[in-house]
């Protein structure tokens, strides 16, 4: 190989080969921090959610009346279960990747020094098997905890039971040890967890931090005006019939509230439109900067190439043969994305200590740069091929002509 | 060494035919110091391009050290210029980005040949030219007289067959053409083939035999009115 003389060459045109470096050290750094962030977002788009989603339609209502909600609400649920292919029907105040109802600090005790954020999942009746929550430990609610459960005392139920979720058990008592325990909700009210679920997404949770996306508590709760999002499940199948269906007799039963059904797999999808929106927008901009860097190899190769037509004429001259010139611009090439990689790693390191510090982004795993190097090794080769097969065709008699 | 016959290089365009040799004969012996000579646009400068393989021709035979290079590809005619030819230029034609001892280098690289042999090659060959104490110079830091005698250096690192000097002189004062010259006959002496195109008389004189070519043809000189008067100058002057 010619690297010695090569580097040599490139030493006495340092200017624009320290631009060209500094362009593929910055592209590589913007690619590999960007490809992780697109690889963080489309995991995001597949967050987990232990409920039954393809058996889901939610409506949403609102404007219902409070002095009647109590009553209204069996009322509804009877004539959404009569519904052909309803295999159930419940009441909650919020719905996962739907808005938020609540977030409270929870704890092991007033004393405790962890106390994350956890999202306040209310249940009605028949709640977690419509839902098809998956108990891991311990029981659901009996109908005594949902009737002696209500919101008469505050914002928070009067009630003593939660189910909480895997994530926020092992977060709270990290022996593994939660069913029993005493769950603090600030530092007065007290609940006794009685089961622990498979990992359900928060309300929201496209835009929480992935490390506390499944912290939730679930609440018995009495019919209340609170509830505002009947969850009606069915086979997949009848889904649409079954939202539309639905629709009509909540309407009928209720014509003053505004009422907007949709199935579970339109609410993950609107939930996750900014998180999609932003990956195809770092997309873009890894094609635009990877374009610009090939752009700025191919110019600057081209330039050389005319710049030492009778250098390469002269090589040809004395023995060179058409690969020797196509390895020497190639291997020059690879030798520049080189250094410009190499700097670059250094940068991508800073720009994702930068992000970690300012928008809570994990540290870049390890892997990502060399999926950065490989990709401007590529690029760089496919840039550079042009103008070195143009040189490769500079024929030896070059070096006999004086212009 | 190297034997043309009947050979013939014409470059066409759509409307015009121009020979640049025609029917050109010429046949130098291992070991020949021959100057080729003639005017400007005489078809020297192509004889050299032809005999040095970095141009083809037209119609003819080529031989070259028993080789017939006109059916031979690219590479096998880079193969035979590296290994058996060395180039002088007439402006040097060193790589002004490498020093003295890369320049010289070049070529025995692209023989693939291993770094402890090269590097013996290269002293010996800058030795042989005085200037093995300005390895680490660049081009542009030496005078013209020293760039040309690392251009001889670099043709002589891979001890060729056949030298190919191409107005060795032409781009020097009087006194490195002098030195520079010397340096050539010093070579024929050790046994080298050599030949030197130039359209000076005096340095075509100081070889064993001289080649005239006008119009793309050899003449004899005691036939061509033009040289008889052109060599009566140059004795006079």
């Given at each position: 190989m010619d690297i010695a003389p090569i580097f040599a060459s490139l030493h006495k045109h340092r200017t624009p080969v320290a631009l060209i470096v500094l362009e593929i050290a910055l592209a590589c750094a913007v690619f590999c921090n960007a490809v992780f962030i697109i690889g963080q977002r489309v995991a995001e788009l597949g967050m987990s959610n232990a409920i039954a989603e393809s058996h889901l339609v939610v409506i949403s209502v609102n404007g219902s009346n409070p002095d009647t909600a109590r009553a209204d609400i069996p009322r509804n649920l009877a004539a959404l279960r009569g519904i052909p292919g309803v295999t159930g029907a419940a009441v909650m105040t919020s719905i996962p990747f739907g808005q938020s109802a609540g977030v409270d600090g929870v704890s092991t005790g007033p004393d405790s020094q962890v106390h994350p954020g956890a999202s306040r999942y209310m249940l009605g009746e028949g709640g977690p098997r419509v839902l098809g929550l998956r108990l891991l430990k311990g029981r659901f609610f009996g109908p005594g905890e949902y009737a002696d459960s209500t919101l008469r005392g505050g914002m928070m139920p009067n009630g003593h039971v939660v189910i909480i979720t895997q994530s926020l058990a092992q977060r709270l008592w990290p022996s593994g040890h939660a069913l029993g325990q005493q769950l603090w909700v600030g530092s007065e009210k007290h609940y006794a967890v009685i089961g622990v679920t498979a990992d359900v997404a928060r309300p929201g949770s496209s835009s929480i931090g992935r490390g506390s996306a499944h912290y939730a508590v679930f609440f018995p709760l009495a019919p209340d005006p609170a509830f505002t999002q009947y969850v009606v499940r069915s086979a997949p199948q009848n889904r649409q019939r079954v939202l539309h269906a639905a629709e009509a007799k909540l309407h009928t039963l209720a014509p003053n509230m505004v009422i907007k059904g949709q199935t579970f797999a339109q609410i993950r999808d609107q939930a996750f439109t900014a998180t999609r929106s932003m990956a195809w927008v770092l997309v873009l901009v890894c094609l635009v900067m990877l374009t610009v860097t090939a752009f700025g190899i191919v110019g600057l190769s081209s330039f050389w190439v005319r710049q030492r037509r009778r250098q390469i004429g002269i090589r040809r001259a004395i023995g060179a043969t058409r690969a020797n010139i196509l390895r020497y611009f190639q291997t020059e090439n690879f030798l520049i994305v080189s250094l410009g990689i190499a700097l670059g790693m250094v940068l991508s390191w800073g720009v994702n200590l930068y992000l970690m510090k300012h928008y809570e982004l994990p540290r870049l795993p390890w892997h990502y740069l060399p999926v950065g190097a490989l990709t401007l090794w590529l690029i760089g080769q496919l840039a550079a091929l042009g103008p070195a097969l143009h040189a490769s065709r500079v024929p030896p008699v070059v070096a006999t002509r004086s212009v | 060494m190297l034997k043309m016959t009947h050979l013939s290089k014409v470059y066409r365009t759509e409307v015009v035919e121009t020979y640049a040799l025609r029917d050109f004969n010429i046949d130098v012996k291992e070991g020949e110091f021959v100057a080729v000579t003639g005017p400007s646009g005489s078809g020297k400068t192509t004889f050299l391009t032809i005999a040095g393989l970095l141009e083809t021709f037209t119609g003819g035979e080529y031989m070259l050290d028993g080789v017939d290079v006109s059916g031979l590809n690219d590479n096998a005619r880079s193969k035979i210029r590296n290994e058996k030819i060395g180039f002088i230029f007439q402006a040097f034609n060193l790589i002004p980005d490498l020093n003295v001892f890369d320049n010289v280098e070049v070529p025995l690289r692209y023989r693939g040949m291993k770094a402890a042999e090269r590097k013996q090659r290269i002293m010996d060959a800058l030795e042989r030219v005085g200037l093995?104490?300005?390895?680490?110079?660049?081009?542009?830091?030496?005078s013209g007289g020293q760039q040309q005698r690392v251009a001889i250096a670099r043709a002589l690192a891979g001890s060729p067959r056949l030298l190919l000097a191409d107005e060795p002189t032409g781009n020097l004062d009087t006194q490195m053409a002098r030195g520079v010259m010397e340096l050539l006959e010093d070579i024929h002496r050790e046994g080298a083939t050599i030949v030197m195109v130039t359209h000076d008389p005096e340095l075509a004189a100081r070889a064993q035999r001289n080649v005239h070519i006008i119009d793309g043809q050899e003449v004899d000189i005691a036939e061509e009115p033009r040289f008889q008067a052109e060599q009566a100058a140059s004795s006079h002057g």
């Open positions: - | 093995a104490s300005r390895l680490k110079h660049y081009p542009a830091e030496l």
